[in-house]
C-alpha cells in the first residue's frame, strides 16, 4: 500500500497506503490553498506545457504495465487546450489549477499537489498562523466555521477560497462526495498564512478574530502533525479501547506505523479478553480513518480470522527510471546508492524494500482463501465505515466483509479497496509544485475485479435523504434511531448520488 500525505493536502489521510484501480470516472487530485503572498511567481505557457507534459510522462512511466491511462494524442491536445486557456503570465495559482485537472485525467485518488515545502517554511518564519477552528463546506458551497457561515475571510470573500476547494474535491467522485465536504472539519479545510489574524465575518453581519496557531517549520516532505517520528513518542496513540457489560468498541482513528509496539498491545488485550470470554461482542469503529500502515490492520484482522488473512489479494508494481529521479530528491544519499525496487516515505523517513529489474512489472502475492478460525461470530463483530474511511482503512473492512467475520454499517468508504498506491514525490520542473504520483496497482481481496468505494452490509440514512453514518454505533449497539433508514447490501452505483442510494 501507498504512503498518502496528510496536512499539506487537507483532508487526504495520514500516510496511507492503499490499492486502486478503476473507479468509474475521473478521480480528482486534491490542492492546498494559500494565501497570495506566498504564490507570488508566474510562468509562461510554455512552462506551464513543461510541467503538465512532466505529470503525463511521470504517470506513464511510473504505474504499472496494462493500468488504464488515456491515449497519449489526447493527453497532447488536453495539455495544449489547458495552456491556452491561462493568461501569457500565469500565477502559480492558476498552474496549480492546471496541474490538478491535468492529474485528474488518471484513475487514481492518490495523484494530487502539493504547493512547494518551501511556502510553509517561509510563511512560518514570518510568523505565520493557522486558523484553528472547525471547518466544514455545504452543498452550496458555502464555508463554515463552528457552525456558522462565513462571508470574508480578511475582507477576501469566502467564495474565493471554496471554488479552490472545490476544484480539489468535487472532480470525478465515483459517489458525487463530498457534497457536504465528508465533514472532517479543519482537516478538510486548511487556512494558513501570514495574514492571521483571521478577521471572520459571517453571513449574519457579525465579525470575530481569531488569533490562530503558530506555524512551525518542517524539515520532511512528508512530516504531518507529528512533526515525525521523535514528537510520536509524546503523542497520544490514535486508538483507544473501550469495555462496557461485554461490549469492546475499538476506535481507530488512523492506522499509525510509529505506534505499532502499543497498537500489537491493544490487539493483544482484545485477543485475551474475547479468549477468556470477558469481551462478547466487538464494535470496530472505521469512520473517519484515512488509513495508514497496513501491517497493522493486517494484525488485527489476523487475530479476527485466527489465521493470516490477506488485506488484499495482491499487488503489481513498476521499477522505472522515472520513479527513482523522482525520489532523488527526497531519498537520503546513502540510499541512493542501492537498486532497491522502491522506496517509500514515510513520517520516520524512508523504508526501502527488496528491488526488480529496471522497467519490470511484477505481481505479488494473490488471492487465497485461508482456513478461518474466527475468534467470534460474525453476528457479533460490527465494522463502522463511512465516506471518511480510505486507504488500508478501507481494506480492513473489506476483508471483513469478504471472509465473513462481520456486518459492516454505516456508509460508502471514500476509497476503493484497489485504488493505486505507494506514493512517488516529484518536483515539477518549472514551478516546482510538488507533484506524487502512485506506482503500485493492488486487487481486491476478493480476487475479482471491482469498481466503487466498499459499499456497507447496511446503509444508514437520514430523513434529509443523506447518509447517516453518524448514527453507525447506536445501531451496533442495538438501537434503531427512529429517523435512521437501514437499506440492506446496498449495491455501487456509479451515477448514483447520496440521494439516489438512500432512496433504495
Not at 33 to 43: G, Y
Not at 289 to 304: D, T, V
Request: proline share 8%; aromatic share 6%.
Amino acid at each position: 500500500m501507498a504512503v498518502g500525505a496528510r496536512y499539506l493536502v487537507a483532508g487526504i489521510g495520514a500516510w496511507a497506503l492503499a490499492g486502486c484501480a478503476a473507479a468509474q470516472g475521473i478521480r480528482g487530485p486534491i490542492m492546498l490553498d494559500a494565501p497570495e503572498q506566498t504564490v507570488a511567481a508566474t510562468f509562461d505557457r510554455s512552462a506551464v506545457l513543461e510541467d503538465l507534459r512532466a505529470i503525463d510522462d511521470t504517470v506513464r512511466a511510473t504505474v504499472p504495465d496494462g493500468t488504464a491511462l488515456p491515449e497519449e494524442a489526447t493527453s497532447a491536445e488536453d495539455r495544449a487546450m489547458q495552456a491556452a486557456q491561462l493568461p501569457p503570465q500565469a500565477s502559480r495559482r492558476q498552474v496549480a489549477a492546471a496541474v490538478m485537472a491535468r492529474a485528474g485525467a488518471y484513475r487514481s485518488s492518490h495523484i494530487y499537489v502539493l504547493f512547494p515545502f518551501e511556502n510553509w517554511n517561509a510563511a512560518a518564519a514570518q510568523g505565520g498562523r493557522q486558523l484553528d477552528r472547525a471547518m466544514a463546506m455545504t452543498s452550496d458551497d458555502t464555508l463554515l466555521i463552528d457552525g456558522r457561515a462565513v462571508s470574508t475571510i480578511n475582507d477576501r470573500p469566502a467564495r474565493e477560497f471554496m471554488a479552490w476547494v472545490r476544484i480539489s474535491y468535487g472532480q470525478g467522485n465515483p459517489l458525487r462526495l463530498p457534497e457536504r465536504l465528508r465533514e472532517r472539519g479543519a482537516d478538510m479545510l486548511l487556512l494558513w498564512g501570514v495574514d492571521a489574524p483571521f478577521r471572520i465575518t459571517f453571513s449574519d453581519g457579525t465579525r470575530e478574530s481569531f488569533a490562530g496557531t503558530p506555524m512551525t517549520p518542517r524539515s520532511h516532505p512528508l512530516a504531518g502533525r507529528a512533526q515525525g517520528a521523535a514528537s510520536a513518542q509524546a503523542a497520544a496513540p490514535p486508538f483507544s479501547l473501550h469495555m462496557e457489560d461485554g461490549t469492546a468498541r475499538l476506535v481507530i482513528e488512523r492506522l499509525d506505523q510509529r505506534f505499532e509496539e502499543p497498537w500489537n498491545s491493544l490487539v493483544a488485550e482484545l485477543e485475551a479478553g474475547i479468549s477468556q470470554g470477558r469481551i462478547t461482542r466487538l464494535i470496530l469503529d472505521l469512520r473517519g480513518n484515512p488509513g495508514g500502515s497496513g501491517r497493522l490492520s493486517a494484525r488485527l484482522l489476523a487475530m479476527l480470522a485466527g489465521a493470516p488473512v490477506p488485506t488484499s489479494g495482491g499487488k503489481r508494481w513498476k521499477r522505472s527510471q522515472a520513479y527513482e529521479d523522482g525520489l532523488a530528491g527526497f531519498v537520503p544519499p546513502m540510499l541512493r546508492l542501492g537498486p532497491w525496487r522502491r522506496a517509500i516515505l514515510g513520517a520516520e523517513g524512508v523504508a526501502v524494500l527488496d528491488s526488480i529489474p529496471l522497467g519490470e512489472t511484477r505481481l505479488i502475492g494473490g488471492a487465497v482463501r485461508p482456513v478461518l478460525k474466527p475468534i467470534l461470530p460474525a453476528a457479533n463483530i460490527t465494522v463502522l465505515i463511512d465516506q471518511n474511511t480510505g486507504s488500508s482503512a478501507t481494506q480492513l473492512a473489506r476483508a471483513v466483509q469478504v471472509f465473513a467475520l462481520g456486518r459492516l454499517v454505516g456508509a460508502p468508504t471514500g476509497n476503493p479497496t484497489t485504488e493505486l498506491g505507494e506514493i512517488a514525490f516529484f518536483r515539477l520542473p518549472q514551478s516546482q509544485l510538488i507533484f506524487a504520483s502512485p506506482s503500485a496497482q493492488f486487487v481486491d481481496v476478493s480476487g475479482e475485479p471491482t469498481e466503487g468505494p466498499v459499499m456497507p452490509d447496511i446503509l444508514l440514512c437520514g430523513s434529509d435523504g443523506q447518509f447517516a453514518a453518524d448514527q453507525a454505533l447506536a445501531i451496533a449497539r442495538g438501537a434503531a434511531p427512529p429517523d435512521i433508514r437501514q437499506i440492506a447490501a446496498p449495491v455501487f452505483r456509479p451515477a448514483a448520488s447520496e440521494a439516489d442510494y438512500c432512496r433504495g
